[in-house]
């Protein structure tokens, strides 16, 4: 998955940025309020970390922004200031979580994990879909309880597709999601990264969905 990180303080972009990729997270990092407004409100992401005091711009009035033009992606502010009224403040603007500098970043990456999961409608942090269970906890990937080595890129697919279950990805969109913006974008990248990834599960999880793109059914209930 896309994050787009929104902070000027290098070390707290270099610590930050460094736990979200090692999380398995594609990070695009951005210095500057105006600039957030743009990548967020032009491209897709599948959540935004976004620091309050940006030069340039806010992040309140980022956030504003993304909202009033229908933009819905998952936020999760970082701020300095750790005022009740201004958490209050941020959450009425559009934002999901809240989180207080300094914090653990353990703690950033699960409640990242948690608006993630609402923003995808699910309730446990597992998501299993017949055989296959996803644990984001662990970056994990099992079938039918056996633990299945996926690298780092083998599992962003999975994750991405289960957590967006039921709806048909698109080559194009898989790209953006699963890849760093300096990627040289091959078109065959994901039809052999989707291969690959099958012939591990050794499950029908992945559909081709042809000239549309690739999607996995949603669990029944």
Not at 44 to 68: I, M, Q, T
Request: aromatic content about 6%; proline content about 5%; some cysteine.
């Amino acid at each position: 998955m896309r994050i787009l990180l929104v902070e000027d303080d290098p070390q707290v972009v270099a610590n930050v940025g460094a736990a979200l990729e090692g999380a398995g997270y594609v990070v695009d990092v951005v210095t500057d309020g105006e600039t957030a407004w743009f990548r967020g409100d032009t491209e897709d992401y599948a959540a935004a970390v976004l620091d309050l005091g940006l030069p340039g711009l806010d992040g309140l009035s980022v956030l504003k922004r993304w909202r009033a033009g229908g933009r819905a992606l998952p936020v999760l502010i970082l701020t300095a200031r750790g005022n009740w009224d201004e958490r209050v403040e941020g959450i009425d603007c559009g934002a999901d979580d809240y989180l207080a500098k300094p914090f653990r970043m353990e703690e950033l990456l699960a409640r990242l994990r948690a608006i993630l999961r609402r923003s995808a409608g699910l309730a446990s942090p597992l998501v299993t879909i017949g055989a296959v269970t996803l644990d984001p906890r662990r970056m994990g990937v099992s079938v039918e309880g056996a633990p299945v080595h996926l690298s780092p890129q083998e599992y962003r697919l999975v994750a991405y597709l289960m957590t967006n279950a039921g709806r048909v990805i698109s080559q194009l969109e898989l790209t953006e999601q699963l890849y760093a913006q300096d990627f040289e974008r091959d078109s065959n990248a994901v039809e052999v990264l989707v291969g690959r990834v099958r012939r591990k599960l050794g499950v029908d999880l992945i559909v081709t969905r042809r000239g549309f793109g690739y999607m996995v059914e949603q669990p029944q209930p």
